[in-house]
């Protein structure tokens, strides 16, 4: 199923399957380590819904809601 990186609830894990950002950011995601295929997990949540934090092979960052909405996985 199809989904909304910014749709997946508190430690719930999926599987990259599109990033579709400008190049500045989709880069800097890169060098995080979010590609397709790879397993992002939704580590934590702010009370508002931004910023949201995932985990990318041991890597957390944290991504504003907006451009999260832009990364399709698969659950």
């Known amino acids: 199923m199809l989904k909304k990186c910014?749709?997946?609830?508190l430690l719930?894990?999926?599987?990259?399957?599109?990033v579709e950002l400008e190049e500045k950011k989709k880069f800097k995601l890169f060098h995080l380590g979010v590609l397709p295929g790879k397993e992002i997990l939704c580590k934590f949540k702010s009370p508002f819904g931004s910023p949201i934090a995932y985990q990318v092979?041991?890597?957390v960052f944290a991504l504003r809601r907006d451009d999260a909405q832009n990364i399709e996985v698969e659950v």
Not at 12 to 18: S, Y
């Open 6 to 9: 910014s749709n997946l609830k």
């Open 12 to 18: 719930e894990k999926a599987i990259i399957k599109n």
């Open 57 to 59: 092979d041991g890597c």
